[in-house]
């Protein structure tokens, strides 16, 4: 079956794809390692205070563990927040004509074809290097960089969503 159908993304959409790439990316042995680098850290310091507490500053030290712990815990909450913040990925989202301008897909077995303003990519399964799915995306990688967003809001109902992503799974994966 071929599917044509039109599309214009969003920022939230383009922040979406990010967080989702940032889930699941990082949730492998790399964002594991991020988490016990700062688990470490967070575990030393309370050691270290319970170590040093037994001399004459004992007061002293016990009231900076408890005030670097929160302040570790923010620290930690806003660098993760920046990663994926909205504000970050405007500029990158604005420098893609592909996300700023509507977008035509035509889409059957045997290719994925893009059409914009300024833009013509036609795509076969030797292109794509990675297909991801969100609750209501379907995520076409062609690159480490480059990734091709269809949302489910671009069809004309949830029905037609599905066959599309089980065309995509049969065909492209």
Same mark, same amino acid.
């Given at each position: 079956?071929?599917?044509?159908? /039109? $599309?214009?993304?969003?920022?939230?959409?383009?922040?979406?794809?990010?967080?989702?790439?940032?889930?699941?990316?990082?949730?492998?042995?790399? +964002?594991?390692?991020?988490?016990?680098?700062? $688990?470490?850290?967070?575990? $030393?310091?309370?050691?270290?205070?319970?170590?040093?507490? #037994? /001399?004459?500053? &004992?007061?002293?030290?016990?009231?900076? $563990?408890?005030? +670097?712990?929160?302040?570790?815990?923010?620290?930690?909450?806003?660098?993760?927040?920046?990663?994926?913040?909205? +504000? !970050?990925? !405007?500029?990158?989202?604005?420098? /893609?004509?592909?996300?700023?301008?509507? =977008? %035509?897909? &035509?889409? #059957? &077995? #045997?290719?994925?074809?893009? !059409?914009?303003?300024? %833009? #013509?990519?036609?795509?076969?399964?030797?292109?794509? =290097?990675?297909?991801?799915?969100?609750?209501?995306?379907?995520?076409?990688? %062609?690159?480490?960089? =480059?990734?091709?967003?269809?949302?489910? !809001?671009?069809?004309?109902?949830? /029905? &037609?969503?599905?066959?599309?992503?089980?065309?995509?799974?049969?065909?492209?994966?």
């Amino acid at each position: 079956m071929d599917y044509k159908f /039109n $599309g214009d993304f969003t920022l939230d959409d383009y922040v979406q794809m990010n967080k989702h790439i940032m889930k699941t990316k990082y949730s492998k042995i790399g +964002w594991k390692i991020f988490h016990a680098f700062f $688990g470490i850290i967070f575990v $030393g310091m309370i050691v270290f205070n319970i170590i040093v507490s #037994n /001399n004459i500053y &004992e007061l002293l030290n016990f009231f900076v $563990g408890i005030i +670097w712990i929160p302040v570790f815990v923010i620290v930690y909450i806003f660098f993760m927040s920046f990663m994926v913040s909205k +504000w !970050r990925l !405007r500029k990158y989202y604005d420098s /893609n004509k592909i996300y700023n301008e509507p =977008t %035509t897909f &035509e889409i #059957n &077995e #045997n290719n994925i074809l893009l !059409r914009s303003e300024s %833009t #013509n990519i036609n795509m076969t399964k030797e292109k794509i =290097t990675k297909i991801e799915f969100d609750k209501d995306s379907i995520y076409i990688f %062609t690159s480490l960089l =480059t990734v091709l967003i269809i949302k489910q !809001r671009f069809l004309k109902d949830e /029905n &037609e969503y599905k066959e599309l992503k089980e065309l995509i799974i049969k065909c492209y994966k």
